[in-house]
């Protein structure tokens, strides 16, 4: 079982649009059996993915709950499995960071290839413990100045985390306007970066209404209009990102400890 974190502190970065496009990439494209698990109390991830956002029975919540069956995860209106957001999951975070270690712990129970974590936009239990599964974590970014203010913490936590785990990182520039001399200027200070730069995929995601109407209408970018270049552009983010992750040999010790 392969794993992705989504997650950024700042809200509105694309997140939840991300997690859905990579789900959806790596079910579609590369056949791999795919779980998105909403972490994020908004439950947008959910409402998106299933059209619904609540859900009574069958919830996150219940992988905190000792004296739950792990939760069946419901099939999405896209081509991976969700499992849904609870509006009060904000409550593990005040909990030892340990019940969200051993909650995440019994996904590995569930018969996935690959698990994306969409997380909430704060530091957390649910923003920590999805990156110490390792994997890959995925950054979306704004390139605006509150964006690069944040960023640094996230990396300390990601530094700290990869030295004990394997965990690539990843920052993809999302909501991108081309000829923007502002966003210009701070990207360029971003990709000079030692803490950041080495990890920023080149290709960058443009700000564009396609994007909420594709979400909107249950779809993939690159199935709600074939001939946008912006939609491809997506395409080949998801790829790189999904590669990055599935590409890695699967014979490893936590397979063994979990059959
Ligand atoms: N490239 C883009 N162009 C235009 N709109 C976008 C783009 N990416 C995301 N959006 C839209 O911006 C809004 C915020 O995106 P999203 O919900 O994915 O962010 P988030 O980081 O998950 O937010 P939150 O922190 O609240 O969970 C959504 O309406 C989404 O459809
Ligand atoms: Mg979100």
Known sequence: MKFITVTN?????????????????????KGARTLLVDLDGQRNATFLATGRARYEEGTVLDLWDDESPVPRPIASRMSFDVLPGNEFAAEVDKQ??????????????????????????????????????????????????????GLAGLLQIWTNISQEIPLALRLVVNK????????????????RSPAAGPHMLPEELTARTLVPNALKDGKPVWDYDRSDPAAAMWAVVCKKLTEQVLAVDDTGTQEETHG
């Open 9 to 29: 502190q700042k809200g509105g970065v694309g997140k939840t649009a991300l997690s859905l496009h990579i789900a959806e990439y790596a079910a579609r494209a």
């Open 176 to 191: 991108r306007i081309k000829n923007s001399t502002h966003q210009e200027a701070i990207l360029d200070t971003l990709r």
């Open 96 to 149: 030892p960071e340990e019940e969200t270690q051993i909650a995440l712990h019994r996904l590995h129970s569930l018969d996935y290839d690959l698990v994306v974590f969409d997380t909430p936009p704060a530091v957390g239990a649910r923003q920590v413990v999805p990156m110490q599964q390792g994997g890959l974590l995925v950054v979306p970014l704004e390139p605006e100045i509150q964006a690069i203010q």
